[in-house]
């Protein structure tokens, strides 16, 4: 079969005279050389992103959730029925969800988008401009979608970073909701690591031994079906991820093509981001691994990406929730370099031996 691929532009990497400026801003800051540790890290990457130093505090950071059912979750492998979908996405749209929550405190906006909710729901309406289809394929028997579904899912991805990043937003957290969407996540990271089913099945929505079980058993008939296609990164979306993963994957390879920051979240966003450092090499440097949950499929993702998590809460919810809490983790790097005084305009003397290049 002949490849599915969608062509994006090259990835330029972040700006290394920004990042040089940065380094060197902080070493002349009223603070000893590289006592601030990894917010010193965030706010050279934060600088490198915008290509200036000191960088611009964020002004529009936006959540963007991507909902999706997927028919995996008929053969038992969530401890939660399918229907929750729908319903939790109400509950996102009225403001009451953890994602609602978490992103007010944190000084950030949501906005969701159906790409395959099983319903047609009035409540849905709104926000399906993009929805491809309503669920997707058992994918231990079956393609989550068609080619042309597939293809469609990773557009709209694109169009919605674009339209994001229009609008003004300068970071970026993709979020995700569907019942059961960690069992195509898992089977992505098997494909993508080279790594066997039992490596990457966790808990998921805290599954007992019994559905352990039956996802192990999922995981490894997608897989089978997932590597007969892991050189097209279209096609593994196609056959494995449903289309709210697949749009995922084009929104985060879109965000680095525009140049924007990005937090990843959980599992789920990481398999998606997987595929888009595929779709879009050097992609994974725009991005900043928000948190590291229990998953074992997650870990072995971030590994693969080459990021190290920011926070390690075990916060599995999904949805967006684990990154949004480190957001203000970056509101800090970036406020750091830019309002933190030097040396020489608090009149403070600096160190009688200057610290090591880094």
Known sequence: MEPENIEF??????DDHARSAA?????????PAGSLGRLEELGVWIAACQG???????????????????????????????????????????????????AAAAGASVRVVDLAVDTEAPATRSIGEFKVRRGSGSIDVEDALTADEAKAAVRAGIAIADAEVDGGADLLIPGDLGIGNSTPAS?????????????VVGRGSGIDDDAWMRKATAVRDALRRAR??????????????GADIAAMAGF????????????????VTCAAALV?????PGARRWWVAGQRTAEPAHALALEHLDL??????????????????????LMMAARVLAETATHDQAGVSGPLIAAPAS
């Open 9 to 14: 532009p090259e990835i330029t990497p972040p």
């Open 23 to 31: 380094i060197a801003l902080h070493g002349k800051l009223v603070k």
């Open 52 to 102: 200036q130093s000191p960088p611009r505090p964020f002004t529009r950071p936006r959540v963007v959730v991507f909902a999706g059912d997927h028919g995996i979750a008929a053969k038992g492998v969530s401890a939660y029925p399918a229907e929750v979908t729908a319903q939790l996405l109400g509950t996102m749209l009225t403001g009451g969800a953890a994602i609602n929550v978490l």
């Open 187 to 199: 089977v992505l990271v098997a494909a993508l690591t080279g790594s066997e089913p039992v490596a």
């Open 228 to 241: 007969a296609v892991l050189a097209d990164p279209v096609g593994l979306l196609r056959t494995t991820a």
């Open 252 to 267: 985060l390879a879109q965000a680095a093509a525009r140049r924007t920051p990005v937090i990843l979240d959980g599992l």
């Open 276 to 280: 888009a450092e595929d779709l879009a």
């Open 308 to 329: 190290g998590p920011l926070l390690e809460l075990d916060v599995r919810l999904g949805e967006g929730t684990g990154a949004v809490t480190a957001l203000p983790l």
